[in-house]
């Protein structure tokens, strides 16, 4: 290799680490694969350093894009060193970092909760963990169609697997139910994706925004028709009304470790819907310009009604988190049809906060699961010979001085995350959504579209508040005799973690919301992602010496 190939490679190094949180749980999972069941330990510490790798890359990645170190905060990794569109391209930007770091903390909390039970069950949990991290993080950072789609069936196939971990007859119901739904939304995209580049000749990304702004007529219409299929695969995802109804079950049904993934791989299709959106139809697109807008709006608005209703109408705490995460969804998608990019940066900043707050109140339910009182224990005692799970005993050791004291402090910790109240970084969300609302900066006032959503989020706030206390009184005021449940600090540092971390998000939510406001400004120009991605060099090959002999 010549000298100035070794120059350009030494320059550009730190792009090759765009694809580190991909490739290292691919060679972990990999790696993982042929072991037995009697690795356990070994298991664990190999996924615990893989995660701990994503955390650092990410973290990296932040750096490079919010540093200047990236021309325009974008870097771009072509695969194969094939030029766009020809070719694969990746890209990180502020957006799709911050997403990988909150990744890898929900994995790494997710992880450390399975250190002494639900990681030693299943043979190959920790390389279904592996290849999920994998799709996911491709999910991020791809942007070609085809490759989302790659990424997303990785992705999905994974949690195929670990939704039935530790499995019974309600987790195999609930599997059934969602590998059905989940099918079905990647024929869906198959359908869209075919249908977009038979009317523009292309899957990338930025390529597409730039050639949709030239569509008309017949090609238009066949366009938004291929990106309204493929919006509802990922609406699907996302749980908009009525395409949620699956998730409250599963998300009662999988185990703590999974079901904090689920919640993740829910804003992936929200996250998906933010990105293509203002890349395909912002405006500068055109006859295109704004497609879909409402229908996200007003379908936002449906799901919010639809959690809210449903958290008030059940009593079961994994159900509870369920509809959480849909109201959650549905402001996030009511936000993006919204079309204020003010708006998109508070939206941002609650993503992150309302996804660690009910990751949170996941992981605590199974410790809240274990208290109980004579006439429960009786209850489990009786149903026990109908019941068939694959799950170890709870682990002996020296448990967690004050259990209950613990549990009921957590559990208003959560109640105040997911309400949206203050002190935590709920309210800090809330509020910056409302300041938004009420300060359009566009002289026009606010339009009614704006006092509704405003309503309504007030409205799912009371409505989780009402619903939480509920449980809460019955499950620690009312629960007379009730015995406090063996805690062991592999369980309980998990949920402290992501405690800490909205209590940081509060703190610092200046410079979290000075982030998210550059990271919003990025996504709202897509002329910029056009000539980063379709401009970016490949590396030169080996030039031949003529003196040589």
């Known amino acids: 290799m010549n000298d100035a190939v070794f120059d350009v490679l030494s320059l550009d190094w730190r792009q090759h680490l765009i694809m580190a949180p991909i490739l290292l749980p691919l060679l972990v999972g990999a790696a993982l694969a042929p072991l037995t069941q009697g690795w356990h330990r070994l298991k664990f510490w190999l996924s615990y350093a893989s995660v701990l790798g994503m955390l650092a890359t990410s973290l990296f990645l932040i750096r490079m894009t919010d540093g200047g170190h990236w021309q325009d905060g974008m870097g771009v990794y072509l695969a194969a060193n094939w030029s766009a569109p020809f070719g694969i391209a990746l890209l990180a930007d502020r957006l799709s970092s911050i997403m990988l770091l909150l990744c890898a903390v929900l994995a790494l909390a997710a992880l450390h909760f399975t250190r002494l039970r639900w990681g030693r069950i299943g043979v190959h949990f920790h390389t279904l963990f592996q290849f999920l991290l994998m799709g996911i993080n491709g999910a991020f950072l791809t942007h070609d169609l085809f490759n989302l789609f790659v990424f997303f069936e990785v992705m999905l196939a994974a949690s195929y697997g670990l939704v039935l971990h530790g499995y019974n007859a309600e987790r195999i119901r609930a599997s059934m139910q969602y590998i059905a739904i989940n099918l079905a939304a990647a024929l869906l995209f198959l359908i869209g994706t075919a249908l977009i580049y038979a009317t523009t000749g292309t899957l990338n990304m930025a390529d597409l925004s730039a050639r949709v702004a030239v569509l008309t007529g017949e090609e238009l219409s066949l366009f938004k028709v291929g990106a309204a299929v493929l919006a509802l695969a990922f609406l699907t995802k996302g749980a908009m009304w009525p395409l949620g109804f699956w998730l409250p079950t599963t998300y009662a049904a999988a185990s703590p470790p999974v079901a904090v993934m689920l919640v993740l791989m829910t804003k992936v299709g929200a996250y998906i819907v933010l990105r293509l959106w203002l890349l395909m139809f912002s405006d500068y697109s055109g006859a295109a310009a704004g497609f879909g807008q409402d229908a996200l709006l007003y379908g936002g608005m449906l799901t919010i009604v639809f959690g809210a209703a449903g958290m008030l109408s059940t009593d ?74 694959d799950a170890p005993a709870e682990p002996v050791g020296r448990g967690v001085p004050a259990a209950m004291a613990f549990l009921s402090l957590a559990f208003a910790a959560c109640a105040l995350m997911i309400a949206g109240l203050p002190p935590l970084s709920g309210f800090v969300a809330k509020f910056g959504m409302f300041h938004a609302l009420l300060n359009p900066g566009d002289g026009n006032g606010i339009p009614a579209s704006g006092w509704t959503l405003m309503a309504l989020i007030v409205l799912s706030g009371l409505i989780a508040v009402i619903s939480m206390m509920r449980f809460g009184v019955r499950t620690f005021w009312a629960n007379a005799g009730a015995e406090p449940p063996k805690l062991h600090r592999s369980e309980v540092a998990p949920v402290l973690f992501l405690l800490g971390l909205s209590v940081v998000m509060t703190v610092h939510a200046n410079a979290l919301f000075g982030y998210l406001a550059r990271a919003s400004d990025d996504i709202h120009r897509p002329g910029t992602y056009v000539q980063r991605v379709l401009g970016a060099p490949t590396v030169p090959g080996p030039v031949s010496n003529p003196e040589a002999p």
Do not use: C, H, K, N
């Open 316 to 389: 079961t705490a994994g159900r509870m988190a369920g509809y959480a995460a849909i109201v959650s969804s549905g402001t996030l998608l009511a936000v993006i049809g919204y079309g204020q990019p003010s708006l998109v940066t508070a939206g941002l900043y609650y993503l992150i906060g309302s996804t660690v707050g009910v990751a949170a109140f996941l992981l605590l339910i199974e410790l809240i699961d274990r208290i109980r009182t004579p006439r429960s224990a009786m209850l489990a005692l009786t149903m026990e010979a109908y019941a068939v799970e």
